[in-house]
């Protein structure tokens, strides 16, 4: 049925639909459903180490004895950084809003995906891996593959495409500009920097041999339909799972959703110092004018932290933070498993015509 069947073969999946792995709202029960229905569910394993990965990945398998991803995050650290007057003026008036002192510096803890945590994944022999913000370096690689782990990351060019393949990885994630979420590789840091989905899935293809997958804006069977077309071997979908009753969102974040306008979201470095697409704030929009100062991935939270739980307790959404992508009016409030079998049905029926 599908046209390009490597991606179902690496993995051991019966339809080429990746869940996102979206921490803080996807959880084994969500991920296990979409793996029971043949696609691939996706655990978010950024902010863990090699004891809670194994107990996720313990909670998982009680669940489903399908296949399943790991994502990790690779990024580097940094140390008691003074805030800089720029960005610290950006910051005062929401401070002051909310009744919460500023930190004089900003810090941020690596993520290296170290040896002990490769050595813990390699004996989980998950049928996937993906790597998020930048690659482990090849010792790291090598050892996941040994063990037979399928090893994906995203793209956001040709260039960075190319890059990957050389360092190891076996499935590229063409991520285009539509998407929600972090941007998931690195070169294209900047909010006003990226490429379509559209464009850069075919200019993928032709470029690397390994299999492509489509994310971005794709929230429907005409997406997947669409992206087969282009060339790739599969699709992920990370905002189309949201508002399923398996998913961990908040009522108010599923409220949001419900009534979600192609219009709604921005890329915005100003809650975490990665640039995400996610819903429009008057905090985001304050924040654009010291972009330049604004610390990197994941500095930027020492900061948005304390003004986010203020926030929250508050009530107040002019300092809310929301991540999704554009295609968010076509998600569905259904559960994940039923939705994997009606994007199937829709795609099929599309490419059949």
Known sequence: MWR????CERLGIEHPIIQAPMLGAVGPTLAAEVSKAGGLGSLACGDKGAEETEQLVARMRQLTDRPFNLNFWVHPGADAIPVPGALAAALSPWADRLGVGLPETWSAPARPFGPALAEAVADLRPAAVSFHFDLPDAERIATLKAAGIVILSSAHTVASARKQVAAGVDVIIAQGWEAGGHRGAPGVTQPMDGVGTMALVPQVVDAVGVPVVAAGGIGDGRGIAAAIMLGAAGVQMGTAFLRCPESDLSDAARAR?????????????????????????AYASDLARADDFVPTFPGMLGLSGPLLAAAGARGDDGLRYQLY??????????PAGDLVTALVAEARALMQR
Do not use: H, P, Y
């Not at 390009?4 to 991606?7: A, C, G, H, P, V």
């Open 257 to 281: 959703l419900a009534v979600a306008a192609d219009t709604d979201t921005a890329f915005t470095r100003a809650f975490t110092g990665g640039t995400a697409r996610g819903l429009r704030s």
């Open 4 to 7: 390009d069947s490597r991606l």
């Open 325 to 334: 992508g554009q295609a968010a009016a076509l998600s569905r409030a259904m």
